[in-house]
């Protein structure tokens, strides 16, 4: 910004409130950095990658404001995809598993990872067989809109699976 520029030529535009840029050309350093001046501005590089370096003359303060206005508006329409957990268990009835699948299939399309999860209580670690067999028909329902990213695998008293998204191609 201002006397930082250090090349020799620079292609300078100039900021037009309420209207598009005014190119003025070509021209060297000392010379847009006295132009700015003389408009009570400042000279800000916008590209130094080209060439001539392209920098344009704007009021600093409107120019930084501008561009953390637009960082936060990308920075919201970024959504991180969040885990969603489901429980059930390995005696779920048939409206539950319904219930279960419809809850995932949102959460899937919403572009967010859903974790089921089966907690074996007592003597029902014994029928980690069967649990298996809810979760894999869990996966097989939900092959059209997601992935199985960790089979059903028992860690402790609890066995879990985790299914993410499909990528949406548009």
Request: hydrophobic share 40%; aromatic share 6%; net charge positive.
């Amino acid at each position: 910004m201002n006397e930082d520029i250090d090349f020799e030529e620079v292609r300078v535009i100039v900021d037009v409130p309420g209207a598009s840029d005014e190119m003025l050309g070509v021209m060297s350093s000392a010379s847009a950095l006295a132009e700015a001046k003389q408009r009570e501005l400042d000279l800000v590089v916008m590209s130094a990658a080209s060439s001539p370096p392209v920098c344009k003359i704007v009021s600093y303060d409107k120019y930084r404001f501008a561009q953390e206005k637009k960082k936060k508006e990308q920075a919201k329409n970024v959504k991180a995809s969040e885990l969603k957990e489901l429980k059930m268990s390995y005696k779920i009835g048939d409206h539950d598993f319904d219930v279960r699948r419809k809850r995932a299939v949102k959460f899937l399309g919403q572009g967010d990872k859903v974790k089921f999860s089966i907690l074996f209580k007592g003597r029902e670690i014994a029928h980690t067989d069967v649990g298996k067999e809810v979760m894999t028909r869990m996966a097989e329902t939900l092959e059209e809109c997601g992935t199985v990213d960790s089979p059903p695998r028992v860690m402790g008293r609890q066995m879990i699976m985790m299914i993410t998204p499909k990528k949406v191609v548009k």
